[in-house]
């Protein structure tokens, strides 16, 4: 239902829900959080906005607690809700958009429960695993008229969005090809995802990001998935849990012409790697070529005891880092929180930003926002269903499938050498 308008002249409120409460939130959302609180929202188009995180949701509620005893007045009094219900006592409390960052084969049980209450979400990366899913949800979104969001945290990095400023404007002419990376340190696989990793694979959960910059980035249409990948080091080596993945992705566009993309994604490097987390892209294009990569345009520094565990050695200032401003103020900022006051401001435009009878216009011109929207996420998901069905493929021993998007057999295929028919994914176009 649409929020009352409020006068200009106080501050207005969205109250926020959460659900889960791991590494992602501490590193994004709850900066957010404080500064909102601290802080609160401007914009022109609703005014003064408070943002008041009361309710979160968890399987223990241990890490609720923990966090309201640090976080002190930092931070708003809320509701911990814990248990296996605990995501159904939130979304029938009085938040107005709940943010899901659980493991990513939760997202969808929460999201639905969320939007059957009538609640604007957003998701963390990927939004969903399967197409079906995804059909799910924003139906539902639509009947409902509510905001359904994902976050893609890298289409804001500068380097990312300078990239698609040039191929917008056309100074890079139609891509060739592109190569992306990304490792992760052991600490990571076997420590903050331990309790979830089984079953999973690094190209799902972080990979990810790079399908949609690619997707987002260069338009066209997903033709072909292919992919492999090793196990043995944080699960069994004839397990379902993968030490890392290489996935291949080609497009064809309005041309006639293809690219193909690689992506390489690990999350077992050694600790002591001085990248931490390393990303590297390259993209080819007929008229020139993009490299960027996430060491050589930061800073390295070195702490004789302390570098480069409980301080790295090379940091990414840009996604989210804590500073003593010039002013003497201390503050945490970075494209991983701008991504999530970019999504309140979207909320609060489509219920505060106007006369309830413009609330349709104003929810229609949000949705269409390719950047972060699920009705926009379909070749996104479609790849990362490939991807996960032919990981469990060569898991079960078949390996070298091939999953083709959009063929006569049906929107998503797969494709088994030695196999006399293909396997249907997704019946429908995608």
């Not at 600790?271 to 080819?284: A, H, I, K, L, S």
Request: aromatic residues 10%; hydrophobic residues 35%.
């Amino acid at each position: 239902m649409p929020l009352e308008v409020a006068s200009n002249s106080k501050p207005r409120q969205l109250r926020a829900g959460m659900v889960g409460l791991g590494m992602i939130f501490d590193e994004t959302y709850r900066p957010f959080f404080e500064r909102a609180h601290a802080e609160s929202i401007y914009d022109k188009r609703f005014g003064v906005l408070d943002v008041p995180l009361t309710a979160v949701a968890s399987r223990t509620g241990s890490r609720a607690e923990k966090y309201r005893q640090s976080a002190g007045d930092k931070i708003s009094p809320f509701v911990s809700f814990s248990g296996d219900d605990s995501i159904q006592q939130l979304v029938a409390s009085d938040v107005d958009f709940v943010c899901i960052a659980t493991p990513d084969n939760r997202h969808f049980s929460a999201a639905k429960a969320a939007l059957l209450a009538g609640k604007h979400i957003i998701i963390e990366k990927p939004s969903v695993l399967s197409l079906s899913e995804l059909d799910e949800l924003t139906q539902l979104a639509g009947r409902k008229k509510l905001l359904a969001k994902v976050v893609y945290h890298k289409l804001l990095d500068p380097d990312h969005k300078k990239l698609r400023t040039l191929v917008s404007d056309q100074v890079l002419s139609h891509v060739n090809n592109g190569y992306c990376s990304l490792l992760e340190p052991k600490s990571i696989s076997g420590g903050q995802f331990a309790e979830w990793i089984t079953g999973r694979n690094p190209g799902t959960y972080v990979a990810v990001h790079y399908i949609k910059l690619i997707d987002f980035t260069f338009g066209g249409r997903l033709k072909t998935i292919t992919a492999t990948g090793q196990r043995g080091l944080v699960g069994p080596q004839d397990g379902p849990t993968w030490d890392s993945c290489q996935m291949r992705m080609i497009y064809e566009y309005a041309s006639g012409r293809e690219a193909a993309f690689d992506i390489h994604t690990s999350w077992v490097t050694p600790d002591n790697f001085p990248g931490y987390v390393e990303q590297e892209v390259q993209f080819r294009f007929d008229n020139g070529i993009w490299n960027g990569h996430s060491r050589k345009r930061g800073v390295e520094c070195t702490v004789e005891g302390r570098t480069p565990f409980t301080l790295k050695t090379t940091m990414n200032n840009h996604y989210n880092g804590t500073f003593l401003e010039p002013w003497g103020e201390r503050s945490q900022r970075g494209y991983g929180i701008e991504v999530l006051e970019r999504f309140v401001r979207e909320v609060a435009f489509v219920e505060l930003g106007g006369a309830a009878s413009e609330r349709e216009h104003r929810f229609q011109s949000t949705r269409n926002l390719t950047y972060n929207d699920l009705g926009a996420d379909r070749q996104t998901v479609a790849a990362v269903q490939g991807l996960e069905a032919i990981l469990d493929r060569q898991y079960r021993g078949q390996p070298d499938c091939v999953v083709r998007v959009n063929d006569a057999a049906g929107g998503l295929v797969l494709y088994r050498p030695g196999a006399a028919e293909p396997e249907v994914l997704y019946g429908p176009a995608v």
